[in-house]
Nanobody
Framework: QVQLVESGGGSVQAGGSLKLSCVVSGLTYPVVCMAWFRQASGKQREGVAAIPEEGNWQLYGDSVKGRFSISRDKTENTLFLEMSSLKPEDTAIYYC???????????????????WGQGTQVTVSS
């Protein structure tokens, strides 16, 4: 059974930092494209960042560019999201997503991703 388990969420003041992790287990084949999405209360889920298997490039949503950094450890099947200069509008549930195919265009089309985690809450207070 494929599982994506996020961790690292919590509460932080504006301007602070958090690092999220997502561990993938139960796969007998590698996942190629991985991404982070988030959903704030009352809003649609939006793409935060995506990264291919080799990690040699990254894509970011406009609202997080320059503040967030996505990375992955292939040997540990783990995806990371380093978040800095956090703002209250970053408050949301953050989800890890993965697919066996190459990152598609548009990368933030959530319907394309096959596997999803349960999410981790990030709360930023002003």
């Amino acid at each position: 059974q494929v599982q994506l388990v996020e961790s690292g969420g919590g509460s932080v003041q504006a301007g602070g930092s958090l690092k999220l992790s997502c561990v993938v287990s139960g796969l007998t084949y590698p996942v190629v494209c991985m991404a982070w999405f988030r959903q704030a209360s009352g809003k649609q889920r939006e793409g935060v960042a995506a990264i291919p298997e080799e990690g040699n490039w990254q894509l970011y949503g406009d609202s997080v560019k320059g503040r967030f950094s996505i990375s992955r450890d292939k040997t540990e099947n783990t995806l990371f999201l380093e978040m800095s200069s956090l703002k209250p509008e970053d408050t949301a549930i953050y989800y890890c997503a993965a697919d066996r195919g190459a990152c598609s265009t548009p990368w933030n089309d959530q319907t394309w991703y096959e596997y999803w985690g349960q999410g981790t809450q990030v709360t930023v207070s002003s």
